[in-house]
């Protein structure tokens, strides 16, 4: 299985003099075996998230950091112009629970949030936000080239969202909060107005681009 990592930004931590270089936030992607492509989407994988020292400084201020990902599945067009078949979009949250003093990994979905486990060391919360990840989306159509694409965005959530979304990741569903709209547009709509960012402002993208392939 042949991993493709295109078009990242990755950050790194500065390096001392003779230290070794801080690990490359990546993102991967992966087709599945050629005999599953018709019945099984492209696994994907972020990984080095929780390495970077903005970061972790952000999620010990109380700041949970929110990873949107988006896997698209293209077709090759005429003349450069390629076609969307279709896409699907989760999230993931990284937290740090000062009471406990322990990080939750959750994983968002269809308007579902489930919890990948909460862990005192940051680097078990990294291995657990790393874990590779079966998006649901297959390819159908024969006789054309395609390919998959992925993107991250990560970002942190800003004070002004933190008390609506805590309440909505602990299962509060009060008029007020969710009322008649759903969780996902709640949370959605609170991430487009961040004050506070990852370094210093700045958003952090992530692009990653399998192979070319056909149904056989």
Not at 119 to 125: K, P
């Amino acid at each position: 299985m042949a991993w493709l990592a295109m078009g990242a930004t990755p950050v790194q931590l500065a390096a001392q003099s003779g230290d070794q270089p801080a690990p490359r936030p990546t993102l991967l992607i992966a087709l599945p075996a050629d005999t599953l492509l018709p019945r099984r989407g492209p696994t994907v994988q972020a990984t080095q998230m929780l390495m970077g020292e903005r970061i972790r400084e952000l999620l010990l201020a109380g700041f949970p950091a929110r990873f949107h990902f988006r896997v698209e599945l293209w077709s090759e067009g005429r003349f450069f112009f390629d076609q969307l078949e279709r896409a699907t979009e989760f999230d993931m949250y990284a937290r740090y629970l000062p009471v406990e003093r322990t990080y939750e990994v959750l994983q968002v979905q269809d308007d579902r949030a489930m919890s990948l486990g909460r862990y005192v060391n940051v680097a078990d919360a990294e291995r657990a936000l790393a874990r590779p990840i079966l998006a649901p989306i297959v390819a159908t159509r024969r006789g054309v080239t395609m390919y998959y694409q992925a993107s991250l965005v990560v970002e942190a959530l800003s004070a002004r969202d933190l008390d609506e979304v805590s309440r909505w990741l602990q299962g509060d569903v009060e008029p007020g909060i969710t009322g008649k709209a759903n969780p996902a547009s709640i949370v959605s709509r609170g991430l487009r107005t961040l004050a506070s960012r990852l370094l210093g402002g700045e958003k952090l993208e992530y692009e990653s681009t399998t192979e070319r392939f056909r149904l056989r």
